[in-house]
């Protein structure tokens, strides 16, 4: 993504990476998951990955220091925590990881020069409510600049028939952009499309992601086209070492 800001998407390959509780769990798929992709740092891999109970809202959560939650041992590396409840997490130190679990909604890494960074979980309530421009605000509240973001597999508009009710309330706060079709020619919303205007809408700039449908492309849990359970993960962090571990 650009400065010292990576992002990861795992796909159903990886197995389901929802924790099974919201204690330090060293054990974790999502752990594991996230020690892998950290372990050729120079500082060494993370110490927690932190990650939100969503709730498909515009909450931000800030991303505690490590160690401070309950069930959190040390310095333990690689240990999920659950860090509260929310949809967008934002960070800045190289100890953490921060991830987001989905199985159909958006997931969005956002990355600054400054070294804060977030992942945020968008369906459409949550877009609808402003959860990017509440994690672009924290950001910059950290004093980040110059956003940068990239957006991960989800369902795209072919697979995603959409109540026209539901529809209108996205477009009244998006605009028309957001309006799709399905593959059977049914009014459907445009996720892609819908984070993309809200993107600019709020300055960041767009980068490329993964580029998939989780109802009909391959390897990827989906709610909506098959009632899985199954969770994949966006994983979000920093290969600077700023000396603070």
């Known amino acids: 993504m650009g400065s010292a800001i990576k992002a990861a998407w795992s796909d159903a390959s990886v197995g389901d990476l929802r924790p099974a509780t919201g204690e330090f769990d060293a054990m974790s798929g999502l752990a594991r998951f996230a020690t892998g992709l950290t372990a050729g740092r120079s500082c060494g891999p993370v110490a927690e990955v932190h990650w939100l109970d969503q709730v498909h809202g515009s909450f931000v959560v800030g991303a505690p220091p490590v160690g401070s939650r309950p069930g959190a041992v040390g310095h333990r590396t690689g240990g999920s925590v659950c860090v509260g409840a929310g949809d967008g997490l934002v960070a800045a130190s190289p100890e953490v990881a921060i991830a987001m679990l989905t199985a159909d909604c958006a997931s969005i890494a956002l990355a600054s020069p400054e070294g804060v960074f977030a992942a945020v979980h968008a369906g459409w309530r949550g877009l609808v409510g402003g959860v990017i421009g509440q994690a672009a605000a924290a950001m910059r509240a950290e004093g980040a600049t110059d956003l940068s973001s990239a957006l991960g597999p989800c369902i795209h508009a072919e697979c995603y028939e959409f109540s026209p009710a539901d529809l209108e309330e996205v477009v009244a706060v998006l605009g028309d952009g957001v309006r799709g079709q399905t593959s059977k ?43 899985d359970t199954g969770r994949q993960a966006l994983v979000v962090w920093t290969e600077a070492d700023t000396g603070e571990r």
Do not use: E, N
């Open 185 to 227: 020619g049914r009014p459907a919303l445009d996720l892609p499309a819908a984070v993309s205007l809200a993107l600019r809408a709020d300055d960041i700039d767009q980068r490329p992601g993964v580029d998939a449908c989780t109802a009909c492309g391959p390897g990827y849990f989906s709610h909506r086209a098959r009632r």
